[in-house]
């Protein structure tokens, strides 16, 4: 049935964009549908019979509500947005891919164990390696570094008087100083393995090893021919940034056995890239490793690990595809793959299975932590209320007029042509002074008008018209997010990384609107348009009808790898507070609390000092107040909000007494 009748009421016209009235029959399984919570974030998010989102270990029993425990930190002054990491879902992403690699070594008969171990560089938090070591032990979880910071931050982290399994493993650019602390740290228990990444470190490390008198164990990354897929695809090949080529691989070899130190070369590594789609990647990868794994031994090095690096994927989207924000096998798959490779490579050259490594850093630390933000203000194409323009309006105004009135199912994708044409027109008139200013104006709302009453048509259709089917988007709303995309989820804005996001509440009632969301930065690029989707990411986020008296929560999630780290301070937005929550079936605990950064700590970082300002801001309002410009109260207030902000977030504080930032 198409409905031709004007629609009188914004709210009615917002929903129709979407699929038919408020529908009170929505139910949250609607929503998880619209969202597909379940594609990604099974078994940690779900939606409860409230209509909030919950967020569970991975253990039967142990959930909570998210939309409550937002409400409840804010009661403790934790103001959004706010970054929650839950150390009980990183201790269960440990145990996951434990379990599946003794699945699968059990399955293929393979004689050997697995050797996790976290790349550092994938988030580097203090509170987050500890939880990650402190849950780790149970399977002797080690760490990598890829630098010099990193490896002191390794160093400090694993202790071996508590677990003496754990593997330290030394990627990345190495000097002097980096090989000495690495292989000085030996006598204090751990074992760092010292992965050779480029030719000239070797003879460092030998001189240096003669120097210190202690005998390193060595590592080679290989450059292999198998080419990973995606954004991070060429981290391999003959022109990768990190690695040696075979030949190098092979001139490693004889100087060992020159020096009488072929002993000390016990594993081989390699790095596809992050983030790999395609199963068929990793195989092509395996087997490759495997081979040259073998051959090493073959050449008389001490073998003992093969180390398969990152890459494990995280299905972003959910759809479980080969799709970049997706992936088209499980973790049970991936280890079943690399297992059954290795050990059939060994196998054929009848040699001994190595400890498996990897590096999986993505797969491990994305889903403890949610990002939560609020929105401070909408900004709707609004539906004006257009009058009938007067007897001596402009003859363009007047047409324009009748255009609209007679806007029905037989003539919109006609008449949205000619709203085009007239608002162009009468753009025209006003740039050679034949319309006023108020009679733009009137233009401008015309053509809104005829949109709504388009909208409304469109929806009721079967099949839109090709010509309209951005239509959506010219109707579109901005949500502005308390947040900067900056800073918070750094991979959305420099290469186009799609995360979940989706409202944290309200879950039981029909998001009536789409739109984007915009951030508080003043950057034109701070802003999220893309949203993950079956198949292409759509352009609009499905949301709820936004009012200025009540919170409106949303949610970011999977953002615990790298988004943390690589945040920057554009615009001077600071670190969210950040906490951490352990759940257990008796509710919840806020186990450590990190403040983010207050306006006097981002503005030190640019070499500002806030004593400095203040005192600075103190003297212009002595002078002023001389001039008798302004009143000592006015003075008392300004200085006043001045050495308040400095030590406060850099984030807004949201009034809901007052519309702080309606547009
Ligand atoms: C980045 C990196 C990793 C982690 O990769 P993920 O895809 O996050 O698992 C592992 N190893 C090396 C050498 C890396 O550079």
Not at 4 to 14: D, L, T
Request: hydrophobic share 40%; net charge negative; with cysteine.
């Amino acid at each position: 049935m198409v409905n031709s009748q004007p629609q009188p009421q914004n709210a009615i016209v917002q929903s129709s964009l979407i699929g038919g009235e408020n529908n009170s029959s929505w139910t949250i399984a609607d929503s998880a549908r619209l969202y597909n919570i379940e594609g990604w974030g099974d078994p940690y998010f779900g939606i409860n019979s409230q209509g909030n989102v919950t967020v569970s270990t991975g253990i039967e029993g142990n959930t909570l509500d998210l939309a409550e425990v937002v409400e409840s930190l804010k009661a403790r002054n934790l103001d959004l947005p706010l970054l929650i990491r839950f150390p009980d879902i990183l201790a269960d992403r440990m145990a996951r891919l434990q379990s599946c690699m003794a699945q699968a070594m059990d399955r293929y008969n393979y004689q050997g164990s697995y050797r996790g171990v976290f790349p550092i560089k994938c988030n580097q938090n203090r509170h987050l390696i500890e939880a990650l070591v402190k849950h780790g032990r149970a399977y002797s979880f080690g760490l990598e570094a890829g630098s010099k910071p990193e490896l002191m931050i390794a160093l400090a982290s694993l202790d071996s008087g508590i677990d003496k399994q754990a593997l330290l493993i030394c990627n990345g650019y190495k000097d002097r100083e980096y090989i000495e602390t690495a292989l000085l740290a030996t006598k204090l228990g751990p074992k760092p393995i010292l992965v050779i990444e480029q030719p000239q470190e070797l003879d460092l490390i030998l001189t240096i090893s003669q120097e210190l008198d202690i005998k390193p164990v060595l590592g080679v990354r290989a450059k292999l021919d198998s080419k990973g897929i995606g954004r991070w695809g060429n981290s391999t090949g003959d022109r990768a940034k990190f690695g040696l080529t075979i030949a190098d691989i092979v001139r490693v070899v004889r100087r060992l056995e020159a020096t009488d130190r072929l002993d000390c070369l016990q594993l081989l590594h390699f790095h596809i890239g992050s983030q790999i789609s395609a199963i068929g990647a990793i195989k092509n990868a395996i087997r490759e490793a495997s081979e040259i794994y073998v051959q090493l031994i073959k050449l008389g090095a001490n073998m003992q690990y093969l180390d398969v690096g990152g890459g494990l994927a995280v299905d972003y989207d959910g759809s479980k595809t080969n799709f970049p924000p997706s992936k088209n096998y499980n973790m049970q798959n991936y280890a079943n793959d690399i297992t059954a490779q290795i050990k059939d490579a060994c196998d054929r050259s009848n040699v001994a299975v190595p400890t498996l490594i990897s590096e999986s850093g993505r797969a491990v630390a994305s889903h403890q932590s949610i990002l939560v933000f609020d929105v401070l203000g909408t900004s709707n194409v609004s539906y004006p209320d257009v009058l009938p323009p007067s007897e001596d309006a402009p003859l363009a105004i007047r047409n324009f007029w009748q255009t609209y009135q007679a806007i029905d199912s037989t003539n919109f994708q006609e008449s949205y042509h000619d709203a085009i044409a007239f608002k162009q027109e009468a753009l025209s008139l006003f740039n050679f002074g034949y319309l006023s200013l108020t009679q733009r104006a009137e233009t401008e709302q015309l053509y809104w008008a005829c949109c709504h009453k388009i909208a409304a048509i469109i929806n009721e259709c079967d099949r839109i018209p090709d010509d309209l089917e951005n239509f959506a988007e010219i109707m579109a709303s901005t949500y502005y997010a308390n947040l900067s995309v900056f800073q918070s989820i750094p991979d959305a804005w420099a290469i186009d990384q799609l995360f979940p996001i989706m409202p944290i509440h309200r879950l039981n009632e029909q998001p009536t609107v789409k739109g984007t969301l915009a951030d508080i930065t003043c950057d034109s690029d701070g802003k999220i348009d893309r949203f993950i989707n079956a198949k292409q990411a759509k352009h609009l986020l499905e949301l709820h009808s936004w009012n200025s008296s009540q919170p409106y929560y949303l949610g970011m999630f999977l953002v615990g790898a790298y988004q943390e780290i690589m945040g920057n301070l554009h615009n001077l937005f600071g670190d969210t507070n950040v906490v951490h929550i352990e759940i257990d079936n008796n509710g919840y605990r806020v186990e450590s609390v990190v403040r983010g950064d207050t306006i006097k700590e981002v503005l030190s970082y640019v070499q500002y000092n806030g004593e400095d300002l203040l005192e600075t801001m103190r003297c212009r309002t002595e002078k002023a107040l001389q001039n008798k410009t302004i009143t000592l109260k006015e003075t008392q207030k300004l200085l006043q909000n001045y050495a308040d902000s400095l030590n406060n977030s850099t984030y807004l504080k949201v009034d809901r007494s007052s519309r702080s930032l309606k547009q």
